[in-house]
Nanobody, 121 residues
Framework: QVQLVESGGGLAQAGNSLRLSCAAS????????MGWFRQAPGKEREFVSAISWNGGRTDYANSVKGRFTISRDNAKNTVYLQMNSLKPEDTAVYYC??????????????WGQGTQVTVSS
């Protein structure tokens, strides 16, 4: 079992930055793909970004490409999502997930509880 806890969410103005963290505990997550998803009110949960177990491969949704950067520190069992040039449409609950590398919800077995990100214009 892997437990995931997100942190770093909050309120930001458009154009500013936030960095999300996802700390894994329980069994090591260093051999798992890690992903970030988000869900805005009234919308489906959508893929944001993913990273392979060794960080060698990353993937991004078109809507965040060039603005968000995913990274991981396996020594700390933590994955990060650096979010720059934030837009009001980035407002959502952000979820961390662990499993096989992919862009679909069912690629991931373990999920965190989510952290709220609100971007004001």
């Amino acid at each position: 079992q892997v437990q995931l806890v997100e942190s770093g969410g909050g309120l930001a103005q458009a154009g500013n930055s936030l960095r999300l963290s996802c700390a894994a505990s329980g069994r090591t997550a260093s051999d798992l793909g890690m992903g970030w998803f988000r869900q805005a009110p009234g919308k489906e949960r959508e893929f944001v970004s993913a990273i392979s177990w060794n960080g060698g491969r990353t993937d991004y949704a078109n809507s965040v490409k060039g603005r968000f950067t995913i990274s991981r520190d396996n020594a700390k069992n933590t994955v990060y999502l650096q979010m720059n040039s934030l837009k009001p449409e980035d407002t959502a609950v952000y979820y961390c997930a662990a499993g096989r590398l992919g862009t679909r919800r069912y690629d991931y077995t373990y999920w965190g509880q989510g952290t709220q990100v609100t971007v004001s214009s």
